[in-house]
């Protein structure tokens, strides 16, 4: 594997390990304050988004660990975590309740697809770089 496509992996590993914190940042504070929460892009009631968020961090920071872990099978989260990051972007983009509000609103989005698309690209990387090692 290229030294670009490491390095690719790693600042995914990188990048997811910080959405992860920030999501179980988000829903502690939101759990915390006991308040109805919302948040247009994650397709959940403002009742529970406390609880999806955090339950959401909790599953980030599950696959970033085991991303960290040699072979193929416990880097294969990494890849189904990021997938389903690009997944939730791409579905709320597209669903009928969601508004952009202006043309710079539209790009800012653009950019965060953009971004999953390539923490996607990146933990492929990763996941593919984990299948050369072998158990003694």
């Known amino acids: 594997m290229s030294i670009l496509g490491r390095l ?3 600042i995914s590993m990188l990048a997811n ?3 992860a914190l920030l999501l179980l940042g988000a829903g502690l504070v939101g759990a915390l ?4 929460m919302k948040v247009d892009l994650i397709p959940a009631s ?3 988004m406390a609880q999806v968020l955090m339950y959401s961090g909790l599953g980030g ?3 970033v660990v085991f991303g960290l872990r040699p072979g193929r099978l416990s880097r294969s989260l990494l890849v189904l975590w990021s997938l389903l990051v ?20 539209f ?4 950019w965060i697809f953009l971004g999953s698309l390539l923490l996607l690209i990146g933990s492929y990387c990763h996941w593919k770089a984990g299948g050369g090692e072998k158990r003694r």
Do not use: W
Not at 107 to 110: A, E, N
């Open 61 to 63: 920071l599950i696959a």
């Open 17 to 19: 390990l910080c959405l």
């Open 107 to 110: 790009r800012l989005g653009i």
């Open 86 to 105: 690009t997944g939730i972007l791409i579905c709320a983009f597209f669903r009928p309740s969601y508004r952009f509000d202006g043309e710079e609103h």
């Open 8 to 10: 690719l992996g790693y």
């Open 46 to 48: 403002p009742e529970s």
């Open 33 to 36: 304050s006991e308040s109805s």
